[in-house]
């Protein structure tokens, strides 16, 4: 009897209790297998040609004949019970065709033969390990029918019967092959969808990727798949220029608006406008961002998993190292550090100390200039930005900072040139900014107030850091200071007349450090969801100052155009961001002074790279 006409007669060949026990039904169906294939050595191999024609059977054809589907599943299951008889010298067509085959394209029985067959083959021989691995990979990214059709019940049906089915081969192998975790990292790193598709395969693909991470497989591979997950939103995050995004007009301060109102359906305490997202931008950035802001709610909601499940606190290690490994320094990252401000969010006590921590750790004690400014920088923007931090816990770090820094100032040579002391003005500054954030909260606790009081000397130093920092931060610290009798001898120091120095605008050129503070408001509307709650907009910051009160330093509410204005379309993010802003009032000693504040940059870019310097 041929193997086609065997197979005709064959039914229900096997039931399986565990990969290598199988109880076979028909054991003629798999000797005659296993003849095929050890007769190919011989020169016979008529009767695996006919095997591998089952195999390689087009797909039309293939669906359209019910014989054809029971003929592929008896196939399968017969050769889960004579993979011994493979040979990869000798039977390559039939792996060839083997490893080509794709869940997406059977029904549930076949799949479940197709797996058993991957998993008996990957167990069996060191030598097909790799091949079971890819093709099973292969497989967390579905057809465009898929990608087109998820809203589709059935079509979503299909996405869990086949991804169900792969991660638990993939368990099952890892169990009996130790070694899977370390072969399976690189596969997974090479077959990450490249970022020039722009397509929404990449966010199934790493919906499978943290599914992994949170498995057993993660146990052992976890910092490895985090690394290819962040690598992949930074490329992505890198994607979207700031050019894309609507910006406000520049003759604005830092400090006198904020894109908070941006994002719709975000409305906090503080905000004052809702406004349309900025990701409807109609470009290659608009894409990209989309896809960004999918995946990090995809992350996000991953960390939320690792929360309730106890396991944040070791993720949040690996996720550190995939942060400084590839956002730390990385040029225009403005959205992917958003991951570690959100875990940190999740478990202010344990990752949220971690993070400042060892931001601070890395300003003090690392080599590398441009890392410990970028370290300070955002330093600064997850304390003041962090409203889940105790404002103990802000005073604390700062005074890390100010101890660092009042130490540089008694050991600082006599060369006071800006661009030989970098490392101290970006220390300086981030203390400043922060406490543009923070002063009243400290100012209202003695001891904590204490503990800023060698700050003075800092700022009167010979360096004279008032006027080499970004000129909007130095603008507000001052403002603040004052109104808050921050400094004891307030009759020594100057609060007036500190707007910006040549010394400010030539310090780091035309892509500044001193304007990096990558936890500004995240512009990304569903991401901007899960931050928002835990997140202190400048609108919400309760000042030192009173905002009515009439003086040199008064605040004024500034509507831009009134209600009436027919500017720009409802979609026009510039028009809805324009129309309120609160704008501190400066008085100034002449023109020039006046024009040099006018040229401040509108507000602070996290696109700015450190490496400017």
């Known amino acids: 009897m041929g193997a086609v006409e065997l197979l005709n007669d064959s039914s229900s060949l096997y039931t399986e209790d565990y990969v290598g026990n199988v109880d076979l039904s028909d054991m003629g169906l798999v000797q005659t297998l296993r003849k095929a294939l050890t007769s190919v050595k011989t020169g016979d191999s008529d009767l695996y040609h006919q095997i591998v024609e089952i195999m390689n059977r087009d797909m039309k054809e293939f669906h359209a004949d019910p014989d054809a589907v029971a003929q592929l599943e008896t196939v399968l299951k017969a050769l889960s019970g004579s993979v011994s008889c493979i040979d990869i010298a000798h039977h390559s067509k039939l792996l060839s065709a083997l490893f080509g085959m794709k869940l997406w394209d059977y029904r549930p029985n076949v799949m479940d033969a197709l797996v058993n067959l991957v998993i008996s083959l990957a167990i069996s021989s060191g030598k097909y390990l790799d091949s079971c691995l890819n093709m099973l990979i292969c497989n967390f990214l579905p057809p465009h029918w898929v990608i ?3 809203s589709n019940p059935r079509v979503l049906n299909k996405k869990i019967e086949v991804l169900s089915r792969v991660h638990a081969a993939l368990l099952k192998i890892s169990i009996l092959v ?5 072969r399976l990292m690189p596969m997974l790193s090479q077959n990450m969808p490249k970022i020039y598709k722009k397509d929404h395969l990449i966010v199934v693909y790493v919906e499978n990727l943290l599914k992994l991470e949170n498995s057993s497989i993660g146990r052992v591979g976890g910092s490895m798949i985090l690394d290819v997950v962040v690598e992949r939103l930074r490329d992505l995050d890198l994607e979207i220029g700031w050019d894309d995004i609507p910006q ?3 003759s604005r301060g830092m400090f006198d608006m904020e894109l908070e109102d941006a994002v719709e359906g975000t409305i906090n305490e503080g905000d004052e406008l ?23 709610v995809i992350a996000f909601e991953h960390l939320e998993s690792c929360q309730n499940d106890g396991r944040l606190d070791q993720v949040f290690e690996n996720l550190f190292k995939s942060f400084e490994n590839f956002i730390l320094d990385t040029y225009k990252s403005k959205f992917s550090q958003f991951l570690m401000f959100y875990a940190c969010s999740l478990d ?3 990752c949220g100390v971690k993070f400042a921590s060892k931001l601070v750790d890395i300003f003090l004690f690392n080599k590398s200039p441009a890392t410990r400014m970028s370290a300070v920088d955002y330093l600064a923007s997850f304390l003041a930005r962090g409203k889940f931090l105790p404002v103990s816990f802000v005073a604390n770090m700062l005074k890390r900072l100010i101890d660092e820094c009042v130490g540089y100032c008694r050991t600082c040579n006599d060369d006071i040139r800006p661009e030989v002391h970098p490392i101290f003005f970006s220390g300086c500054q981030a203390i400043m900014y922060v406490l543009c954030f923070r ?10 107030w204490s503990q800023l009081t060698p700050l003075e000397s800092i700022l009167m130093h010979k360096l004279d850091p008032l006027r080499v920092c970004l000129p909007s931060v130095v603008a507000e610290f001052l403002k603040q200071a004052k109104a808050g009798g921050l400094f004891i001898v307030s009759d020594s120091f100057i609060f ?4 910006e120095s040549e010394l400010s605008s030539a310090f780091g ?10 936890f500004d408001p995240c512009l990304l509307k569903s991401s901007n969801s899960f931050i928002s709650p835990n997140f202190i907009y400048w609108s919400m910051v309760k000042a030192t100052y009173d905002e009515d009160e009439e003086d040199e330093y008064d605040a004024e509410v500034i509507v831009n155009g009134d209600e009436d204005s027919d500017e720009g379309e409802e979609g026009d993010i510039d028009y809805a961001m324009n129309k309120m802003s609160i704008t501190p009032k400066h008085s100034f000693k002449n023109q020039m002074e006046k024009d040099r504040l006018l040229r401040m940059p509108s507000r602070i870019r996290p696109s700015t790279s450190p490496e400017s310097l």
């Open 178 to 182: 130790p070694l899977t975790p370390s």
């Open 348 to 350: 202010p006590e344990n």
């Open 439 to 448: 002063m009243k909260s400290i100012l209202d606790v003695p001891r904590l």
């Open 148 to 150: 087109r059709n998820l």
């Open 248 to 250: 406000d007009d520049s």
């Open 509 to 518: 050129g035309v892509n500044r450090l001193d304007t990096f503070f990558p």
């Open 496 to 499: 007036d007349n500190r707007l």
């Open 274 to 296: 809702p406004a349309r997202p900025l990701n409807q931008y109609k470009s290659g950035g608009s894409i990209a961002s989309e896809l960004l802001d999918k995946l990090m």
